[in-house]
């Protein structure tokens, strides 16, 4: 899923292409995109995009009359800026919004439709759409928010209502740079690792986002270039592979379709953690350690 440093990545290289420009042409050939009825998505047509902005992992696109595209990419959806005649891709095309200059494209790989669109009319129901975590690049540390409910800083992290713009992939190096492990509960945090984490995440943000505008600075994220999985990441999407701190394997935990990578050494003093499904396959085979598992 596009996280803040991606989202902001789409905003920066969208904003000179729309910003100011009319919505010349409108398609919409996914039944599963438009979630909201009222405004119709044909309203949108003809339109004059004001500004763009972010809400969460959402994309915000202003429009004259205010109106308001409320794009949620979710976990496979993706945006292609395309030129002016260009046609939906078959099969992962959702629509197209049409420009004089250009065609914005919303994609979505798999079978699973999760990507949404929802038309919103006024600043009162477009507040609506945000689930009201701290934006974390501005707020200071804050104790009570991570406090307020007892969950594994894995958790935590990835709850929009707590923190703004943080997923499954950017929680793993934030809490590999804090050297927290991802099944702390949030109760038994002491101030000074709720203080490391918070210096952490805003570390790891803004180094993420700042490599992705250099990146992106002359061109258009094409379809593959935002991913979940980075050749520079520490720990994420790294299962096996060295930690590029201590050395050691970096291991995985695997519940339905998310994964955590953690480093044992750097994050949980050497303790390996259950996995729910190979703990149950190897029971009392499953290593505790890392030096159990490097020795089995």
Known sequence: MPELPDILAYIDALRPRVVGRR????????????????PPIDAAGGREVRGIRRIGKRIVLELSGDLYLVIHLMIAGRIRWMHADAKLPGRIGLASFGFAEGTLILTEAGSKKRASLHVV?????????????????????DAAALRRENHTLKRALTDPRLLSGIGNAYSDEILHAAGLSPVRLTSRLTDEQIARLFGATQDTMRHWIDVLRKRFAQRFPGPGDITAFRDAFAVHGKFGQPCPICGCPVQRIRYAENETNYCPGCQTEGRVLADRSLSRLLKNDWPRSITQLEEG
Do not use: K, M, N, Q
């Not at 409108?26 to 979630?35: D, E, G, K, T």
């Not at 600043?123 to 945000?130: Q, Y």
């Open 23 to 38: 919505i010349e042409r409108l398609r919409v050939v996914s039944p599963f995109l438009v979630r909201s009825v009222t």
């Open 121 to 141: 009319a006024g600043e009162t129901d477009l507040a609506a759409h945000d689930p009201g975590g701290l934006e974390v690049l501005d707020a200071d540390a």
